[in-house]
């Protein structure tokens, strides 16, 4: 066990050095300058050279790299262009903000869709099932920039139900936090629905037309235990790895509701950071991004054995 | 069910209950860069830091330059030694009196590079002026001594870029000489700042104002009315206004497609005004297609501002082809003439020019703060009707100031940001190319006017030059300067005493009602 | 069981179909310029004069804009879909046949690349092409290659072991021959899965780079730049936001149907069930 995760850790280091190379070159291949951005169109060149000097921008590309790259090696990811901040701290400080919020979002939206999913599956081509997957398709079609903002103004502003701009870190006040945090967690939700439900649904399908069902059904076993027994254990393997991927895809696609509803967030901090094109934050961001994708995937595969009986994480 | 909907009104009124009575919330677009003044800003940043800082010279209404700590300014007979005597008993946040060892040693910090205050290369010799020596010669006279005399030099100072050149006490750094907080005399004192989600200024009871009744630009009666003024960010515009309409949000600056619907809004009030930022048609002089002026008059003759206005602005500011605000002492009859939309004309003008249909790029952006996609489209839309067939070329805001400043464009939809001085609003476009490729207009001619216009000093002298630099731009069309960016702010009902300034939101003279 | 597969099967197909002819419609003709902008008749309800649909802020006709958005829309989709699907497909098969350290080297980078935020790529790859409909192609494209070659590339891990493929093998066949023959085949149902829900995915994913500000460049429409562009407007001229999303939603709805029946049909374990 310990010698699968030390060779899946020692695996992820060529990704994330190849991470880290394209990032840097693509980031840097885009147009623009943050040392234009910074001053506006007020400067004069003289302060344009000076800022840009200052921030390192005027050396080579390789030389720029690899200053970057051996400070990363010694833990030090650099400081934000834009705000002066260390960029470590603050990606893992947003990080947090972020994971709230996708993993009650996908938490929720797993208790609901997998069972949801199945029961479609099993009803296939039923009315329940069409009702089913068309839920979910147009749960799945509402942009999460329309939704969240429906529920704004719906919850928010004509209710009055949840406050409409602002947020409250968990730390301070976990009451006001969680009342903060119920329109982004539920805009997120309904989305994950509908993608979850598709997948469970694809691969109880896949598992219901193997030959054990088949026997089991044979041997008389009721529809229910069939399901329960051997379907939903056997579903339920693929279907997590499928989580694992949602995980790691939320916190690329969580800017938009970050933005929606005013989250200090990961995904936000890297969406302005590339537009700002604060090169110490987008590539600390990227490469942090990519060490959890990593790590969840690791602790899926983990866990596979848990809920699929027929693999050994060996 | 019952008890659910007892839940949810029991949360209700925990989400809607009153925000900290006479506290007031500020929505700004993105997170302030910083809290050191003039050093890494943007408009909100120095909009926040103005709150907590002061200099000795700030803008009035309408762009002149008045005492802002100082109370009177002398300038000596050779036009090179400004003399600035201070008011007294203002005191810094931490309590002590602001004397003229504080302005010495705020200007020594800031001179100093390691300081990186943007605006040094202005003040060091590298721009228009050097300052060679700054003195103390009592607790509340402080002299500056410039190398040649300059009309600009008190402009300079005010400019809210460089963070007025405020005078700050060394409270504000930590002992090893990096920044603290801003320890200055400003109405607001600095509370808090939480990272990406808001900052906090508390009222300062102990300061004082400059005299006078009114707000004034950034100086006039400053005093501040609410104990309490938080700038929350906001990023999407669609959330400020659901947040003004639910009253979470006070003060907020809007997009000009959300007046209509605020304001036919019972809890929000809309207030209009217009900045000095200009948005312009610009066009590459050196394209083989626009190298003549004929083809940049033709294209000027093809716009109907009127509409233009109308659709990027709701028709809520005036048209305006001059680089010079109407609200400018310098607005003259002469500044008033512009362009007329004559279709006609236009097609004669390109028929003059050897047009031979050649398709044109409108490069913009598509930045949500200013209407430079709305512009381009409706200007598309004008050209197509002098048969003159056009493409929009929509990047993102960074990628659109690279090509802004490597000249790299046909036709571009630019807005330029405001410039008080009639004299560095001309001076925004005009240079040379070789050196400076953002520059627009190329004509040493028109840079020596300038230049002399930059030196002098007496208002009749420099009014004289600025008509006679309009005529020659309109005569030579290097750009096209559309209309001034519409200053559109909402606040909620209760916020009384709010103005819009300049873009950028005051917290001072603003009061709320319960 | 049979009635009902081609129930969804006629209902997806409607569905997609009637797609298609609007798309088809749209790339020939439409009702006025879908750029052509009319400043007395902006944000017109539906039904105003001529404008069956009503009018944007710029006063542009919504039906002409909402045809020509479903050719640029559905081309982008297939584009995007197409090319990832191949990639993905031949990486898959690649590694998982070959194994060894071409398998470990190209799945490093695969990983590297999944693991890559769409957002980035999209931008660096609009910014290295050009802001246009193929930059948006290639920058999803790349995006969702990397999960069609890990799903490929499991099926084949999980194939090559099987009593048929080996028996290709001892049979003399050529790896070639049992790769095309064996093993391709059985891929193309998670294959068509996949594609479908990548196809809307992609419809999506274009909204959402419109509402960052990096979907396809406007004017042109695109239902995902309409979408985002009548945000501000939800209160106003609720219109503008509803069809075009409808028309995405009809599309993933007909799309998604059709896909299942597909499915059905083409595994080969179904065949005969």
């Known amino acids: 066990m310990l010698r699968f995760i030390l060779r899946r850790l020692l695996m992820a280091v060529p990704t994330l050095v190849i991470m880290a190379v394209s990032v840097f070159v693509l980031i840097r291949l885009i147009p623009g300058d943050p040392a234009s951005l910074m001053l506006g169109d007020l400067a004069n060149e003289a302060t344009l050279a000076e800022a840009r000097a200052r921030l390192g921008l005027d050396r080579s590309l390789p030389e720029q790299f690899a200053i970057w790259f051996g400070n990363v090696l010694q833990g030090d990811l650099g400081r934000s262009i834009t705000s002066g901040q260390a960029v470590l701290p603050l990606v893992l400080q947003r990080f947090w903000v972020s994971a709230q919020i996708v993993l009650a979002a996908v938490l929720l939206a797993s208790l609901v869709a997998v069972p949801a999913g199945m029961i479609a599956a099993w009803r296939q081509n039923s009315a329940t099932d069409l009702a089913l997957v068309g839920t979910a398709t147009l749960l799945l079609s509402i942009p999460t920039f329309w939704l969240g903002l429906l529920l704004l103004l719906f919850f928010g502003l004509k209710l009055g139900w949840f406050p409409v701009v602002g947020y409250v870190h968990l730390s301070e006040d976990p009451g006001a936090a969680l009342l903060y945090m119920v329109m982004p967690v539920a805009t997120l939700f309904l989305h994950e629905i509908g993608v979850l439900i598709r997948m469970a649904r694809a691969s109880t399908l896949e598992v219901l037309r193997l030959d054990y069902i088949t026997h089991a059904r044979a041997k008389g076993l009721s529809e229910g235990a069939v399901l329960w027994r051997h379907a939903f254990r056997n579903a339920f393997g693929p279907t997590w790895t499928l989580i694992g991927l949602v995980l790691g895809n939320l916190l690329g696609g969580i800017a938009i509701v970050e933005t929606v509803f005013t989250i200090p967030g990961l995904g936000r901090l890297l969406v302005d950071a590339i537009f700002g094109r604060d090169y110490p934050v987008v590539q600390g961001c990227l490469l942090f991004v990519a060490f959890v994708y990593v790590m969840v995937n690791l602790v899926i595969d983990l866990l596979y054995p848990v809920f699929d009986p027929r693999v050994t994480a060996e | ?514 | 069981m049979r009635r009902s597969i081609r129930g969804n099967l006629v209902i997806g197909g409607v569905l997609v179909g009637a797609v298609v002819a609007c798309a088809l419609v749209g790339a020939l003709w439409t009702p006025f310029d879908p750029l052509r902008i009319n400043i007395r008749a902006r944000l017109a309800p539906p039904g105003t004069d001529a404008y069956w649909l009503g009018t944007d802020e710029f006063g542009r006709d919504v039906l002409s804009r909402l045809l020509a958005a479903a050719a640029t829309s559905l081309w982008i989709g297939l584009l995007t879909v197409g090319f990832a699907t191949s990639l993905g497909t031949a990486i898959g098969v690649l590694t998982g046949f070959l194994r060894g350290w071409v398998d470990r080297v190209v799945m490093a980078f695969n990983d590297a690349l999944l693991a890559f935020p769409g957002v980035l790529l999209a931008l660096g790859l609009l910014a290295v092409f050009g802001a246009n409909k193929y930059g948006i192609v290639l920058a999803l494209g790349l995006a969702y290659t990397p999960s069609v070659a890990r799903v490929v590339r499991g099926t084949v891990l999980s194939l090559r072991e099987k009593e048929f493929v080996e028996a290709s093998r001892v049979m003399g066949n050529s790896e070639l021959f049992t790769m095309a023959r064996h093993v391709l085949p059985n891929c193309i149902a998670p294959l068509t899965v996949l594609a479908t829900s990548m196809f809307g995915w992609v419809l999506l994913a274009e909204s959402g780079l419109s509402f960052l500000g990096l979907g396809v460049p406007p004017p042109a429409p695109t239902w995902g730049n309409m979408l985002s562009a009548s945000r501000p407007f939800m209160a106003q001229a609720v219109w503008l936001g509803v069809l075009p999303g409808l028309c995405i939603s009809l599309t993933l709805l007909g799309i998604n149907l059709l896909g299942d029946a597909l499915r059905d049909r083409l595994d080969p374990r179904m065949r005969g069930a």
């Open chain 2, 1 to 514: 069910m019952k008890i659910g909907h007892a839940l949810w009104l029991g949360l209700g009124l925990l989400a809607s209950g009153p925000v900290a009575a006479q506290s007031v919330t500020v929505a700004l677009k993105a997170d302030i860069r910083g809290t050191n003044p003039g050093v890494n800003r943007d408009d909100d940043t120095d909009a926040v830091a103005l709150h907590m800082v002061e200099g000795l010279v700030a803008y009035r209404e309408g762009g002149t330059v008045g005492p802002l700590l100082a109370e009177k300014v002398d300038l000596s007979g050779d036009g090179r030694t400004y003399t600035f005597r201070l008011r007294r008993g203002v005191k810094f946040h931490n309590g002590a009196d602001m004397t003229s060892a504080d302005v010495v040693w705020s200007w020594n910090r800031f001179m100093d590079p390691k300081t990186e205050w943007r605006c040094l290369s202005e003040f060091d010799g590298r721009g228009a002026v050097k300052v060679e020596a700054v003195e103390a010669p009592d607790p509340h006279t402080v002299t500056m001594r410039i190398d040649k005399p300059n009309a600009l030099f008190l402009d300079s100072l005010a400019r809210t870029d460089c963070g007025m050149a405020a005078v700050l006490h060394k409270d504000s750094l930590n002992p090893d000489g990096s920044w603290k907080a801003p320890v200055g005399t400003g109405p607001f004192k600095f509370g808090e700042w939480k990272r990406g989600q808001e900052v906090i200024l508390t009222r300062f009871d102990g300061y004082v104002s400059p005299p006078g009744d009114k707000r004034d630009g950034f100086t006039g009666q400053k005093k501040a009315l609410v104990p309490e003024v938080r700038f929350l960010v906001v990023p999407d515009s669609s959330t400020v206004k659901a947040g003004l309409e639910a009253g979470r949000i006070d003060i907020a600056e809007i997009v000009d497609s959300d007046i209509p619907e605020l304001e036919k809004s019972k809890n929000v009030k809309v207030l209009l005004g217009s900045t000095g930022g200009r948005h312009a048609v610009i066009f590459q002089t050196t394209d083989p297609v626009f190298k003549s002026a004929k083809m940049r008059q033709a294209i000027a003759a093809a716009l109907d501002i009127n509409q233009i206005v109308e659709v990027a602005a709701s028709g809520r500011v005036k048209p305006n082809n001059s680089t010079i605000h109407s609200r400018s002492p310098y607005y003259s009859a002469v500044q008033a003439r512009g362009v007329t939309y004559d279709p006609a004309r236009a097609k004669q003008l390109l028929a003059e020019a050897g047009y031979k249909g050649e398709r044109i790029k409108i490069t913009t952006n598509n930045r949500k703060t200013a209407p430079s996609f709305n512009i381009a489209v409706v200007i598309q839309a004008m050209l197509q009707q002098v048969g003159v067939p056009a493409d929009i070329d929509v990047v993102e805001w960074a990628t659109h100031m690279d090509r802004f400043l490597k000249g790299n464009y046909q036709i571009m939809v630019h807005s330029y940001s405001s410039r008080f001085d009639p004299a560095l609003s001309f001076e925004h476009f005009t240079g040379p190319k070789r050196s400076q490729p953002r520059k627009v207009w190329d004509n040493p001619e028109v840079q020596q006017l300038l230049e002399k216009a930059a030196a002098a000093s007496d208002e009749a002298a420099r009014q004289k030059m600025f008509d006679e630099l309009h005529t020659r731009m309109l005569d030579e069309m290097p750009l096209i300067i559309l209309f001034n960016q519409l200053d559109a702010w909402a606040t909620s009902a209760r916020v009384e005493g709010f103005t819009p300034n300049e873009g950028r939101a005051r917290a001072w003279g603003v009061s709320v009602r319960n």
